[in-house]
């Protein structure tokens, strides 16, 4: 199954790689991709996309904004904070991110992320 993704990320060239790692390695359609919060939010909403992956520092509305905002709206998507800033990624995870990676990490961190947060709940390692 090819998942339905969204990504949030103000930096253009993170923003190139980052789809071109989600097409390669999982395989994902990427179905929106957003330059801030409330762009995401919009696209998010425009097309109800399986993952999410946001960065959590991004001009007008911040990831973290972003993440709450999503879940106080209850839909049902997979949501991965990805930022180099480690205390932020703990604050994602209390603000409703399923995953959480540093960017400054391996290449293939943000794919392992999006499989563990994919995992059904109770099966998650």
Do not use: C
């Amino acid at each position: 199954m090819t998942l339905r993704a969204v990504v949030v990320e103000d930096n253009e060239a993170l923003r190139m790689i980052t789809t071109l790692s989600l097409q390669f390695d999982l395989p994902a359609d990427i179905v929106g991709e957003a330059a801030d919060g409330v762009a995401g939010l919009q696209v998010i909403e425009e097309t109800r996309p399986d993952l999410v992956i946001v960065d959590l520092h991004m001009p007008v509305l911040g990831g973290l904004d972003l993440i709450r905002e999503v879940r106080s709206r209850g839909w049902a998507t997979t949501l991965v904070a990805y930022s180099a800033d480690a205390a932020a990624l703990i604050e994602a995870t209390r603000a409703g991110a399923d995953a959480a990676v540093l960017k400054t990490g391996e290449p293939d961190d943000l794919v392992a992320a999006v499989r563990a947060a994919l995992e059904p709940p109770g099966t998650r390692r």
